[in-house]
Structure formats: structure tokens, C-alpha cells
């Protein structure tokens, strides 16, 4: 079975521009979350898409925004990007029962 | 008050040793607990879940919870350099899928050969 595949691996933006990331979660998995990881805050939760729906929101402001389609996968978006974006950006997929959450290897972002 | 404290260590063992990460949380609705790996430049990989307290074994890894204290922790016996890598702790107070999990900040462990 194929695991949560982000992509890109690595990204360089520069300040005020946008980005958009993306994830493909395990195959029967209609959840899918996205984290954004950094040295100082670790690993904090962005927002969660189940069956198309946002059903929960983290403490980020709206630059930060994603959406899922109707095959599960997922896209983040972030506007205006600030040099404190910079982050590994992680998506994690879950089934319908249970809180196992598995995760992709990661968008690096690096906002010069 | 940080909802989850993890010590970030550095932690760094003797191959074969035994060894014991901890997480404490102050919300008491956490029901679920989870232990992740990441190695460097990977994302985290799921070791432990466990629901409740309790103990719960798998291999050289054993995951205890104990709510009343609100303290959980990772034994890891007879360590590998293999296991050289950042433990996350995790847990979460709904059942359902991959939402809102809060994450301790990690301990990054080196085990020496």
C-alpha cells in the first residue's frame, strides 16, 4: 500500500509571493491534516479536511488556507509568504476509526 | 503551561541500553497517545498508539500512559544506533481520523555503537 506522498520535496519562495502545496493520502483514507514543523514551535497543527469538508482549524492566520478534493487529496495554500513561513510543511492521513495518523515525508519550504 | 512538555534532550546512550522517553500533559480530556520517530529530514513515523492508560508492548518498544499522573513515556530495550532519531509524543482527546493531534517538541536520541 502507498503511503502520504507530498509534493514538492523542497521549495525556495521569495517574501510576498504565494505557494501551494500538495498531498496524497493513503488510499481509503478521507482524512487528511496538514502540520507545520519548525525548530523553535515544533510541529503544530494547521488544519484538518474530512470527505472535502475543513472540520477543524488551527491558530493560523488566513494566509494559510487548503482545500481536499473529491479523491481525498489535498492542496495547502499560503499568500504573501513571510520569512517566518519557512517550515517543513507535513501532511498526515487517517482512516475513519482510530487516531493513527501517518505521515508524508514533508514540503521543505524556504522563504528567502 | 504548554499543553504537552517533552524534554528535548539531547539524550545520547550506550548501544544496548535501555531507554526512557517521557511526555506530561495538563488536558485531561487526552485519550489517545502516540509515540512518533523522525529521523533527519524525513517525516514522523507512527511507533506507538495506545488508548487510555495503560501499557502496551511491541518489540523492543513499550508505551505506558498513566492519566491520573498525566504522564506517558517510551521505554526503547536493548537500543540500536537504528534508533538514533527524534521521538515525538502526540495524543488527542477525539477518536476519528488525523485531526488536531498536539505534539511535544520532540527528544532527539543518538545511540552510540
Known amino acids: 500500500k502507498a503511503g502520504v506522498t507530498q509534493t514538492p520535496r523542497y521549495l525556495i519562495k521569495t517574501r510576498g509571493q504565494q505557494v501551494t502545496l500538495s498531498c496524497s493520502p493513503i488510499?481509503?483514507?478521507?482524512?487528511v491534516s496538514w502540520y507545520q514543523q519548525t525548530p523553535g514551535q515544533g510541529l503544530q497543527f494547521l488544519f484538518e479536511?474530512?470527505?472535502?469538508?475543513?472540520?477543524n482549524k488551527g491558530n493560523f492566520p488566513g494566509r494559510f488556507s487548503g482545500r481536499q478534493f473529491s479523491n481525498s487529496r489535498s492542496e495547502m495554500n499560503v499568500s504573501t509568504l513571510e520569512l517566518g513561513d519557512s517550515a517543513l510543511y507535513l501532511c498526515?492521513?487517517?482512516?475513519?476509526?482510530?487516531?493513527?495518523?501517518?505521515f508524508g515525508q514533508g514540503t521543505r519550504l524556504t522563504v528567502v | 503551561q504548554k499543553e504537552v512538555e517533552q524534554d528535548p534532550g539531547p539524550l545520547s546512550v550506550p548501544e544496548g541500553a535501555i531507554v526512557s522517553l517521557n511526555c506530561t500533559y495538563s488536558?485531561?480530556?487526552?485519550?489517545?497517545f502516540m509515540w512518533y520517530r523522525q529521523y533527519s529530514r524525513k517525516g514522523p513515523e507512527l511507533l506507538m498508539y495506545?488508548?487510555?492508560?495503560g501499557n502496551k508492548e511491541d518489540g523492543r518498544f513499550t508505551a505506558q500512559v498513566d492519566k491520573s499522573s498525566k504522564y506517558i513515556s517510551l521505554f526503547i530495550r536493548d537500543s540500536q544506533p537504528s534508533d538514533s532519531a527524534t521521538y515525538l509524543c502526540?495524543?488527542?482527546?477525539?477518536?476519528?481520523?488525523?485531526?488536531?493531534?498536539?505534539f511535544g517538541k520532540g527528544t532527539k536520541l543518538t545511540v552510540n555503537p
Open positions: 498526515a492521513s487517517g482512516g475513519q476509526a482510530g487516531t493513527e495518523a501517518f
Open positions: 488510499s481509503g483514507h478521507r482524512s
Open positions: 479536511y474530512f470527505s472535502e469538508t475543513q472540520r
Open positions: 488536558n485531561s480530556a487526552f485519550q489517545y
Open positions: 495506545t488508548y487510555s492508560s
Open positions: 502526540a495524543m488527542s482527546a477525539d477518536k476519528g481520523g488525523s485531526e488536531k493531534l498536539v
